[in-house]
């Protein structure tokens, strides 16, 4: 888990407990920033070999995806993690 493991924190959210903000520690953030540069890289190798219409299309369906997932969180009934066994 990356909270046991240092790179985040988790701070509960003042005016509804129900919700908890995750945030980078430092040491979080410097593998995230040493890291960062070489996914750019990557995801700009897997996107070159598209062209700008499948690039248009691909932003266009993960759009979509995200509006979907939106969605499906706002749905009543969703199964909630039980934090007294730490999620499972």
Do not use: C, W
Request: proline letters at 5%; a positive charge.
């Amino acid at each position: 888990m990356l909270a046991e493991k240092g790179l985040v924190t988790r701070v509960p959210r003042a005016h509804d407990r129900r919700y908890v903000e995750i945030r980078l520690t430092e040491r979080g953030q410097g593998i995230f920033e040493a890291l960062y540069p070489t996914v750019v890289d990557m995801n700009t190798r897997l996107l070159s070999g598209l062209s700008e219409a499948d690039r248009a299309t691909l932003d266009r369906l993960f759009a979509g995806l995200e509006q979907r997932a939106i969605a499906i969180m706002q749905e009543p009934g969703l199964p909630k993690a039980d934090r007294r066994r730490k999620g499972r």
